[in-house]
Every structure is written in C-alpha cells, then in structure tokens.
Nanobody, 125 residues
Framework: VQLQAYGGGPVQAGGSLRLSCVVS????????MGWFRQAPGKERDVVAA????????YYADSVKGRFTISRDNAKNTVYLRINSLKPEDTAVYYC???????????????????WGMGTLVTVSS
C-alpha cells in the first residue's frame, strides 16, 4: 500500500491550499481516510477524517469551519481543502488509511496502518 501526499508549500496567512493524497495497493473505496499534521516540536495530531463512503466526516475543533476533507473514490484520492490559513497551521501534513475496511471516521493513530510521507505547509504572517 502506498500513499502519496502533495499540494503543500509556502503560503501567506489568509490564503488557501488543497492537499491531495493518492492511494494505491488497496481498494480505496472501502477504507476510511485521515489527515494528520505535525508542527515543529509538537506531536502529530488528527485534523480531519472521512468514512469510506464519504458520508461521514470528523474535524478537530481547531480546524472546524476552515478545513474540508473530501474524497474521490474513482481517483483513489482524498483531499484536504484549507482556507483562511494561519501561521499556526504550519506543519507537515500526513494522510493515512484505516486498517479495516468499511470503516467510519477515527482520530486514533493505531487504527491507521499505512501513512504517506507528508507534505509541508508553511504559513507566513
């Protein structure tokens, strides 16, 4: 199973980005997905998750209203749209796939069994 995340980069505060994560080696449409981030000197935290069908989503309180997770099962891709970027959003963003099929959303690390390498988002004020 491979996950390739891209779409990060430098951006000014108030700007927007869309991160993408392409999955191969697993039947993407039957697995829940998550986006996590790790800021410098901090632990990795969940920011958003989506069920295998796309009908259920979860957001961390810190990103509600600004982040939108979505998926295109025909393209084996999960997206994270980030609006109104803040300097505190600076982090490496990772996508991950659930270990069990037909899974809903989860914020628990141990329920994801494969991770992408991450894409760096740097927000300047």
């Amino acid at each position: 199973v491979q996950l390739q995340a891209y779409g990060g980069g430098p951006v000014q505060a108030g700007g927007s980005l869309r991160l993408s994560c392409v999955v191969s080696g697993r039947t993407f449409s039957t697995y829940g997905m998550g986006w996590f981030r790790q800021a410098p000197g901090k632990e990795r935290d969940v920011v958003a998750a989506i069920s295998y069908s796309g009908r259920t989503t979860y957001y961390a309180d810190s990103v509600k209203g600004r982040f939108t997770i979505s998926r295109d099962n025909a393209k084996n891709t999960v997206y994270l749209r980030i609006n109104s970027l803040k300097p505190e959003d600076t982090a490496v963003y990772y996508c991950a796939i659930r270990g069990s099929p037909y899974s809903t959303t989860s914020r628990e690390f141990h329920e994801y069994d494969h991770w992408g390498m991450g894409t760096l988002v740097t927000v300047s004020s």
